[in-house]
């Protein structure tokens, strides 16, 4: 009788370690994404199991010894030239810890100049804002110009902070439903541009 009670107390502790590891962060990249970031002391990402709602994987970044006014973000650059011409949609589902002041979404376009150097031409439509404490849909629009080669999805963080995202999606706006669409500067040209890569890939942030 001892030795059952020491072996149910034991599986009992195993199951709550278990437990506590499959719902602990894990840090990393996504795949096909990129980090602006350079060290683990700026900022993190990674995937949050605690955080997963309606069977979708979340994906967190946190800024968190950024400078003000320095962006950390993830971001994606592929080919634009399937787009040039047509309006797409980039949406996705996120929220933020207490409300983080500056988390943003964009799409941004370029000719393959450098942002950095002003040598570009760009179209870019943000923000939307990730400011809620609750999970969000946010989506915004934008045409890609002709002469736009580059184009970026990212979100991110200027400064410190906390937001996770998922439910990720990228589409072509059908012309019966496209309207009239604010341009815009670019969220920041503190974000470098990705590597160009030939197409979007894991939206969904699943590994």
């Known amino acids: ?37 350079k060290t683990a002391a700026q900022a ?50 996120g929220k933020s810890l207490d409300g983080t002041a500056y988390a943003q979404m964009w799409i941004r376009g370029t000719d393959g100049g ?6 570009v031409r760009y179209k ?19 045409i890609i110009p002709k002469e736009v080669t580059h184009l970026e999805l990212g979100a991110g963080i200027r400064g410190k902070g906390k937001i996770w995202i998922r439910d990720i999606q990228f589409r072509v706006i059908p012309a019966l439903q496209q309207k009239e669409v604010e341009d815009r500067r670019p969220v920041t040209d503190l974000v470098p541009m990705a590597p160009l890569a030939a197409s979007i890939v894991n939206l969904g942030m699943a590994e």
């Open 44 to 93: 993190e990402t990674g995937f949050d199991p605690a955080e997963k709602s309606e069977g979708h994987a979340s994906v967190y970044l946190e800024g968190k010894d950024a400078a003000e006014g320095e962006f950390v973000a993830l971001t994606q650059t592929v080919d634009a030239r399937p787009w040039q011409g047509q309006m797409v949609e980039f949406s996705l589902t």
């Open 114 to 119: 450098d942002v950095k150097a002003g040598a």
């Open 124 to 142: 870019s439509v943000g923000v939307d804002w990730i400011r809620s404490r609750d999970w969000k849909k946010s989506k915004i629009s934008m």
């Open 1 to 37: 009788m001892k030795h059952g009670k020491i072996l149910a107390a034991a599986l009992a502790v195993a199951v709550a370690m278990n437990l506590s590891f499959a719902g602990a962060a894990q840090t990393g990249v996504p795949k096909g994404w990129t980090a602006s970031f």
